[in-house]
């Protein structure tokens, strides 16, 4: 470890205390209830090391019980070469992850006790790992790799109010997400006591009625900038264009001569 330019945490450590410095006999003779217990083993042993692993395959017999199974690193393998022949391929290649590495745990049901029993382990691996709670002497982490959604207050208004346009979709979203997230504080202290209820709940009326002020003096300021526009003449893919009839000679009545009738 000291080569590297690592450290160990000693009071950390204690979390991994079924997996810290055993040694390849002693987990030859663990025992475990069920395949998931020694599958949660071993990725507790990967995490305090430092490699990920996953699922391999398994076998049954007659009757459909699982008698065995195995569990690889994360980057046992290699990519089918058949991806990389591709001709038509869009996209760039991903990088390669997988480096063959052989390190594995291999389990086996024993059938007269009903206990797991490690039948394989393999703990050499062919890249590098990347062991819990090492650090390389650092105090803080350096402002440049940390993304602002990281930091605590990452709805705060502050960082959206000069990125974000006032009739915006997005601009809504992101004000009423920083709102709601500036509000629990509230609601919190607000439901403490009566008395504070009270107050916070005629203080929310207040504000409702100063906004909504505010809002429809907005609504009528653009009411009153629009331009009154009608609708065009529609024109008919056939005859001329459809006018309004001037008012002119109306039709009488043969009878009387009066208009409204015609009989």
């Known amino acids: 470890m000291a080569e ?5 945490l000693d009071e950390e450590a204690g979390d991994y205390g079924d997996v810290l410095q055993l040694s ?47 569990f690889f690193c994360n980057r046992a393998g290699l990519r089918q070469r058949h991806h990389y022949d591709r001709l038509d391929r869009q996209r760039g290649h991903r990088p390669e992850m997988q480096t063959n590495c052989e390190a594995k745990l291999s389990v086996y049901l024993d059938v007269v ?5 490690v039948r394989k382990i393999v703990l050499d691996h062919n890249h590098d790992l990347t062991p819990a709670y090492m650090h390389e002497h650092l105090t803080r982490i350096p402002e440049k790799l940390v993304l602002k959604r990281w930091h605590k207050d990452a709805k705060s208004l502050d960082k ?37 209820f009270t107050q916070a709940l005629n203080g929310l009326h207040t504000l409702c009625q100063e906004l909504n002020r505010g809002l429809e003096n907005v609504r009528q300021k653009k009411a009153l ?3 009154d ?4 003449v ?17 039709r009488r009545c043969t009878r009387c001569r009066k208009t409204g009738h015609t009989k």
Not at 4 to 8: A, C, N, V
Not at 113 to 117: E, K, N
Not at 229 to 232: A, F, K, M, V
Request: with cysteine.
């Open 4 to 8: 590297s330019g690592y450290e160990m």
């Open 24 to 70: 390849k006999e002693e987990i030859m003779n663990k025992a475990f209830r069920s395949d998931e217990a020694a599958y949660e083993f071993y990725r507790r042993l990967g995490k305090y090391f430092g490699f990920g692993i996953r699922k391999g395959d398994s076998g049954k017999d007659e009757s459909g019980r699982v008698i065995c199974r195995r």
């Open 113 to 117: 006790s009903g206990i797991w029993r």
């Open 160 to 196: 959206y109010a000069e990125i974000t346009e006032v009739g915006s979709e997005i601009g809504f979203l992101l004000r009423h997400g920083a709102r709601h997230a500036a509000a629990q504080w509230m609601l919190y202290v607000g439901a403490r006591s009566p008395s504070s």
């Open 225 to 227: 900038d629009t331009v």
């Open 229 to 232: 526009l009608h609708d065009p």
């Open 234 to 250: 529609v024109a008919k893919t056939k005859g001329a264009l459809r006018v309004r009839r001037q008012g002119g000679r109306k």
